[in-house]
């Protein structure tokens, strides 16, 4: 006979987690299978970035909200985020997201490249036309700790879920099954696969993504993260004194990789010319039309839930997206959120493009 529990959880990555820890604060009993461990995936590769600059006013609500859990944990560093523009178009694009930003309380604003200099004492601006600002946003050291801190307090089996039903009953690799009165489908990009058993084709593909780490330096760098959109470019000394930097193309080999980061460096921060990237950390976006999340109750079967397509920012919107599905899971109402981001938007053509993704 299968085994009740109130809520199955797929996926011990920082979505599916955040979604238990929420739904344990209620009082519901929820139990995460993984496949392999935890943060296995996409929250096992992330660099631990929180930031609350987004084009779209629903990221900017849930980045707002999620902020506010992070400062409260040990490790928030906030450093401060400035994302640069070459061309008067990108310029503008930044000043719009701007308005967005500020219209939902993030307090981000637009800098002339001068002050943008004053910000990031090292950054040579003879091709920066300005930039946006926010000071509240910042990092971990180690991202990964606060998805293990999140684990340690969550029922976590490792076992393979190879079917969903509709009704509630998960079938599992090793022959067992197990029934819920809710599943969470939080697995990624295997998300795709798990819901097809039901009809259900979420448009997810995997981009690769790849970050280069020096070793810790005991001089201090740079210290805000800075972005290049055009560039396809970020970087960052962690707290721990290594340099992280990104080229954020979702194409390229990694020596194709490694010369746009350098030739990004040159233009832009050279003051980091002459470190050496050691480590190179390689992962996948789950990654959607529109850049955003895929979040609700799957057409049709109104006892499976997803929360997959983070495209990136999984990390940085996890509080607030848990609270949202808990909170809708245990009867208390259905959030903004649960509509705009819903699975249905894109078979009713209402796509919400998020243009600052990373």
């Not at 640069?84 to 719009?96: K, P």
Request: glycine residues 12%; proline residues 5%.
């Amino acid at each position: 006979m299968a085994r009740r529990l109130d809520v199955a959880i797929v996926g011990a990555g920082v979505i599916g987690l955040s979604v238990a820890w929420r739904l344990r604060e209620r009082g519901v009993r929820a139990r995460v299978f993984e496949r392999t461990g935890v943060g296995a995936g996409a929250s096992g590769v992330q660099p631990g970035g929180v930031r609350q600059q987004w084009g779209t006013r629903i990221n900017c609500l849930l980045a707002r909200e999620s902020v506010a859990f992070y400062r409260t944990q040990p490790g928030f560093r906030p450093c401060g985020y400035l994302f640069l523009a070459h061309t008067d178009a990108v310029l503008e694009r930044l000043r719009e997201n701007v308005r967005v930003q500020n219209e939902a309380g993030v307090p981000s604003r637009v800098v002339a490249p001068d002050e943008a200099a004053l910000l990031v004492p090292g950054l040579a601006t003879e091709t920066v036309r300005g930039g946006a600002w926010c000071g509240e946003d910042g990092y971990f050291d180690n991202g990964q700790a606060v998805v293990e801190a999140l684990a340690a307090a969550a029922d976590v089996e490792i076992a393979e879920v190879v079917e969903i039903g509709g009704d509630g009953k998960l079938t599992l690799r090793d022959g067992r099954s197990v029934r819920a009165r809710h599943v969470v489908v939080a697995a990624g990009c295997d998300s795709v696969a798990l819901l097809q058993s039901l009809g259900v084709d979420l448009p997810i593909e995997p981009e690769e993504r790849h970050l280069f780490l020096s070793e810790p330096i005991r001089e201090r760098l740079v210290e805000p993260l800075v972005v290049s959109p055009e560039r396809r470019f970020a970087a960052k000394q962690l707290g721990s004194g290594r340099v992280l930097a990104s080229d954020l193309s979702p194409e390229g080999d990694t020596a194709g990789r490694r010369a746009s980061v350098r030739r990004s460096i040159r233009e832009l921060l050279p003051v980091l010319e002459y470190v050496e990237f050691t480590t190179t950390v390689s992962g996948v976006y789950d990654a959607t039309p529109d850049r955003q999340a895929i979040l609700g109750q799957v057409p049709g079967h109104d006892r499976v839930w997803v929360a997959a397509g983070f495209s990136g920012h999984g990390f940085m919107l996890a509080p607030a997206v848990g609270r949202i599905l808990a909170s809708a899971i245990a009867g208390e109402g259905f959030a903004e959120a649960l509509e705009v981001l819903g699975p249905s938007r894109f078979a009713q053509d209402r796509l919400v493009p998020e243009p600052q993704v990373i």
